[in-house]
């Protein structure tokens, strides 16, 4: 009695044993057509007298199967190769039934030239070499088992979609005509976004230059660009304003935010701070991102910068969206926002895919599977207090050797000053030193540099932190004699600054 096969919307699994035994061999024979070229095809099964085996088969070939004295050639085989080709719809075959196949299926007296084992299951390793090992003795020059995994990879092969259709009633054209679709519309999108990015369709993988912006709209919105329209549209954004930073061959990597983090890796300990986004862009984001450029900025700068060097760092967080995942591209953009648009179904991540993020210390990166061995700890404060000025000194008053004095003329970031015997005690955190511009230099002009931060240390501290032989000379320059590892030394960290009367103090904004 015919058995009803299970229907099943995946390739995977097919239920092959579900099969009459008469079917399960007509899908073999079917597959065979596409195996070799042959002369004929025989369902021997079909007519009750298989002699053991299902099908056989006669494979095309030239060969001469005799020759006459003189080496001409003789008669050639007019049908070819024989195969026997035996179907079995058994659920196991161990390795005993698997003797047990071969000895009744494969006549060593007259054996064919090739013979295939097609199966509804797969085999152990023992079994096979069984098989192997017997159909050997048999003299059959060439062999295979088709096992399930085999007829499943077959009936998966565009060439055997009508196969699939006719015994399990699944077809994979529509699914392959889909896919197509889906493989053209992503490169498209691909090289449009390369267009934009660099001016042409660039291979993947090439440096994002700095400014490359998009605004990332939700598909779902219409009230665009109207966001006051949304009560929550803080919470949750219709459309978003990104730096594209990294290109690979599956999407794009945008940044999406840039913090003030604390970082020390010794003692392994770090902290970051929500309430400032430093992203540049040309609508800002949010508050976070309104706060960089007013008086609260500023002074989250300060505090920040106010922290040991060292131990400075930056999160930095992104999000990445598949070329698949973009829509539209609008390339022109509008009055309002510019840059190109690229419309996308927001999720729970707004526009991406998913995000990431990284620390970054001293153009080290440090990602997130190395921070979760880090505690977190409190660093920065809900709300950032403002920083009063300290005393202004004049760089000639501290009394600095000549080799100090000279580099501090030309300074544009960071510095340091090393004090032996309280030569700086005058100086704190806050002050500031003013440094004149030099009348006989053009490329000098006037500037500041600030106390940061203070500490007191050894030279034996100080030679063990840089690692370095050339370090100790520096610190026997500024001291102005030769030192030994137990002498105490004071540290002031500077940094270049701009002061302005109505601004403030301000910053490089190059120099990270």
Do not use: C
Request: aromatic fraction near 12%.
């Amino acid at each position: 009695m015919a058995i009803k096969v299970k229907s099943t919307k995946t390739i995977n699994p097919l239920h092959f044993e579900d099969l009459e035994p008469h079917r399960f061999e007509d899908l073999v024979r079917r597959l065979l057509y596409n195996f070799r070229d042959w002369n004929n095809i025989e369902a021997t099964g079909r007519s009750g007298s298989d002699e053991g085996f299902d099908v056989r088969a006669w494979e095309k070939t030239e060969a001469v199967t005799n020759l006459s004295d003189e080496g001409e050639e003789g008669v050639h085989n007019i049908k070819g190769r024989l195969w026997q080709i035996q179907a079995k719809r058994e659920k196991t075959i161990p390795p005993a039934r698997m003797r047990a196949l071969i000895k009744e299926g494969v006549n060593a007296a007259i054996p064919p030239y090739g013979y295939i084992l097609a199966a509804a299951t797969n085999i152990s390793k023992v079994a096979y070499d069984v098989f192997r090992e017997e159909i050997r003795k048999k003299g059959v020059a060439e062999f295979y088992f088709w096992g399930k995994d085999y007829l499943e990879d077959q009936l998966s092969l565009p060439q055997s979609d009508e196969i699939l259709f006719t015994f399990f009633g699944l077809s994979l054209s529509p699914r392959r005509r889909s896919r197509t679709m889906e493989i053209k519309f992503s490169i498209n999108n691909k090289n449009k976004i390369l267009k934009l990015i660099f001016g042409s369709e660039h291979l993947a993988g090439q440096h994002v230059p700095r400014g490359r912006r998009f605004l990332l709209r939700d598909i779902k919105d219409d009230q665009y660009p109207y966001s006051g329209k949304y009560a929550d549209f803080d919470k949750h954004r219709r459309w978003e304003e990104h730096d594209a930073v990294e290109v690979t061959p599956r999407g794009i990597f945008f940044k999406t935010r840039e913090r003030y983090a604390y970082l020390d890796q010794t003692r392994k300990e770090w902290d970051f701070s929500p309430t400032i986004d430093l992203t540049l862009r040309k609508h800002n984001l949010d508050r976070s991102n309104e706060a960089r450029l007013e008086d609260e900025g500023k002074n989250a700068e300060r505090y920040w910068r106010h922290l040991l060097r060292r131990v400075q760092a930056k999160v930095l967080m992104y999000g990445f969206v598949p070329f698949e995942d973009m829509l539209i591209i609008d390339d022109k953009g509008d009055t309002e926002y510019t840059d190109p648009h690229v419309f996308i179904d927001f999720n729970l991540h707004g526009p991406f895919q998913f995000t990431l993020g990284n620390l970054v210390q001293h153009r080290e990166t440090i990602g997130e599977d190395k921070i979760r061995d880090f505690k977190r700890v409190k660093i920065f404060p809900e709300r950032f207090p403002p920083v009063a000025t300290g005393t202004v000194y004049e760089l000639n008053t501290l009394g600095l050797n000549a080799d100090t004095e000279r580099s501090l003329q030309y300074v544009r970031g960071p510095a340091v000053l090393y004090s032996f015997d309280d030569k700086l005690k005058l100086l704190s955190v806050n002050d500031l030193i003013h440094i004149p511009r030099k009348e006989d230099d053009r490329s000098s002009y006037e500037r500041h540099a600030e106390v940061t931060h203070v500490y007191e240390g050894t030279v034996a501290t100080l030679l063990k932190e840089h690692r370095s032989s050339h370090y100790r000379p520096e610190l026997e320059r500024s001291a102005g004699r030769e030192i030994s590892d137990t002498d105490k030394v004071v540290v002031y960290e500077l940094h270049a600054v701009t002061v302005y009367e109505n601004l403030g103090i301000i910053y490089p904004s190059d120099d990270w």
